[in-house]
């Protein structure tokens, strides 16, 4: 680019570095790919900042480490709130052949004993929550929460690392194993046999998904069922505390969120810090708890998940049956490491995302308190409108700062990306197609793959459907569309809806009991709503990257999930 080019570019602003700039970031890399995934809503600018910088990172050391063959890592921007992914592609075959040779020795620990090892992880970043929850935030002094800044961030970089060491082995292997079964037997991910290969594991999120379905049953037990029926939930909270029972009741319950390893650290939203988490405003688990009451559901789950279990080993027996004897062993195990990726993929939310974003959130509220106590920001809730940069430079003397020149703009400026969607890719490539075939597939890689980008749908003009996405869970349902974009908004869902939603979090995983299916925008085949949709037998259809603009609330849809195919009837 000429120098005089180079003037006319815009310099970083909100993420700096990491900020999208069309003339800088194509010309390094030529395709960018929209994860909608963990970018819709919009996010904050300091959650921005911190995904595009930690997060990268974390796909880098992972693939480092992992010697993954194909791909070196991810590089993040941001545009108009959105994150933005391009992939290192490996593309010199000598390499990819030394890199496969790593890869193998890298992934035989996982494939040996998968559970140890992210046993491990999980009690290395507890004893890194419990060292940042040392601090008193409150009553921190300011240069405490200065140096609680950058703890917070060391805390982010480290948890990525682990978050992609477990991902990559277990999601890599789910791709490696598509690749030989397409090959040997012409069965793809989507297809019942190798899905029912996949399905039937348990996992924290369902433990923690029952808890709140037996503090529904105590609640009954002990005659306050109305309490929960007639009260919405943060009315629920004052009600509670107005009987003897009530106080027993949510004293009992708070234990339980106080105590667990995972318990209240649970953010309400999945990717930002600008939601409560559940010890904050416990009305959010008490609404699961009130949803629970009303709807009289029982938690036949595990009875779900047993059956599924049993018809899982039924699903692998038969297959190994169809493996060449000398490769079943090889079959098996890659078959079993590929299972991890369900239940990690579910498990490791909490342990990773939910629970350090719910302790950034309390970090960083408390330096947005003390920062618009001396009116260097409007309110505690703009600090996410800083990045940690600015962070640094002003809590030490809150008071002789003024933010709120950046803040006003930034908060203005994410508004409006709420009306204004991004381009699911940006390149100079000549069409989507072209840079999904040589920016993406290219670099084998399963978590753009299978979760972020997904797989292009592919239509089928003989079945004249109206919409078309990949199959996360095969099956048929029809019924009433109930489009929800934010999680509030998940109390309008009645049982049999057809859910049609951006994306899918842990935080949704119990509406899956009461929908009739799942129509998402973005995601494949190893997204949470795929993978949640097969644990409960739920059709689910994903990455149609245009459900919730097409389908309206209240319309009949019919959802031919195998095929990817949905049909709006009226």
Same mark, same amino acid.
Not at 75 to 93: F, K, M, P, T
Not at 444 to 457: H, N, T, Y
Not at 487 to 495: F, H, I, N, R
């Given at each position: ?15 700096? =570095? ?114 940042? #929850?040392? #601090? ?159 709807? =009289? ?146 670099? =084998?890689?399963?978590?753009? #793959? ?21 199959? =996360? ?98």
């Amino acid at each position: 680019m000429s120098e005089k080019k180079q003037q006319k570019v815009k310099i970083w602003d909100g993420t700096p =570095g990491y900020d999208f700039i069309k003339e800088i970031d194509l010309a390094e890399m030529p395709s960018w790919f929209h994860d909608g995934t963990h970018s819709i809503p919009p996010v904050t600018t300091m959650f921005g900042y911190q995904w595009a910088r930690f997060c990268s990172h974390g796909l880098k050391f992972a693939c480092t480490e992992l010697s993954i063959p194909t791909c070196k890592g991810w590089e993040i921007r941001i545009l108009n709130s959105g994150i933005y992914c391009a992939l290192h592609v490996v593309r010199d075959q000598k390499e990819i052949a030394e890199r496969e040779v790593k890869f193998r020795q890298a992934l035989r620990p996982w494939i040996e004993d998968f559970d140890s090892l992210w046993a491990g992880y999980k009690q290395e970043l507890l004893s890194i929550y419990i060292k940042l #929850l040392e #601090l008193d935030v409150d009553n921190a002094t300011n240069l405490q929460l200065y140096y609680h800044n950058y703890d917070l961030m060391r805390a982010y970089m480290r948890m990525w690392e682990i978050h992609f060491m477990a991902m990559y082995s277990s999601f890599n292997t789910w791709l490696l194993l598509e690749t030989m079964t397409k090959e040997r037997f012409g069965i793809s991910d989507q297809d019942p046999e190798f899905q029912d290969m996949m399905r039937g594991f348990n996992n924290k999120v369902y433990q923690m998904d029952k808890k709140m379905w037996e503090f529904g049953q105590l609640a009954i037990e002990m005659n306050l069922e109305d309490v929960f029926k007639k009260n919405k939930p943060q009315s629920i909270l004052a009600k509670l505390q107005q009987s003897e029972k009530g106080k027993e009741w949510f004293k009992k319950f708070m234990d339980y969120m106080k105590t667990d390893d995972v318990g209240g650290w649970r953010m309400r939203r999945f990717t930002d810090l600008n939601e409560p988490y559940w010890l904050e405003d416990p009305a959010t688990p008490i609404g699961l708890v009130k949803d629970n009451i009303i709807r =009289g559901i029982s938690y036949d789950l595990e009875a779900t998940r047993a059956e599924i279990a049993k018809k899982r080993e039924a699903a692998i027996a038969a297959f190994l049956s169809r493996a060449p004897q000398e490769e079943k062993d090889l079959f098996e195990g890659l078959i079993r490491l590929s299972g991890k990726a369900s239940s990690y993929s579910e498990e490791h939310d909490l342990y990773c995302e939910l629970f350090v974003h719910a302790l950034m959130r309390r970090g960083y509220l408390a330096m947005g308190r003390r920062l618009a106590e001396k009116g260097a920001i409007d309110t505690p809730d703009d600090i996410f409108m800083l990045n940690p940069d600015e962070i640094d430079r002003v809590i030490m003397v809150p008071e002789s700062h003024d933010m709120r020149w950046i803040t006003r703009r930034r908060k203005a400026a994410w508004k409006e990306a709420h009306k204004n969607p991004n381009s699911p890719v940006i390149t100079n490539r000549a069409s989507i197609e072209e840079a999904v075939r040589l920016d993406l597939l290219p670099s =084998g890689d399963a978590i753009a #793959l299978k979760i972020i980008v997904g797989e292009m749908p592919q239509p089928k003009p003989e079945l004249k459907a109206d919409l078309w996405g990949i199959c =996360g869970c095969s099956g048929e349902a029809e019924g009433t569309a109930r489009v929800v974009i934010m999680y509030d908004d998940l109390k309008k869902v009645q049982p049999g809806d057809i859910l049609v939603c951006p994306n899918t979090n842990p935080t949704w995983t119990p509406v899956f009991g009461l929908v009739g299916g799942v129509i998402t925008d973005a995601g494949g085949t190893l997204c949470h709503a795929a993978i949640i949709g097969r644990e409960y037998g739920v059709p689910t259809i994903v990455n149609t990257q245009q459900g919730t603009s097409k389908i309206k609330t209240g319309q009949r849809v019919r959802m031919d999930a195998a095929n990817g195919a949905i049909y709006i009837l009226e």
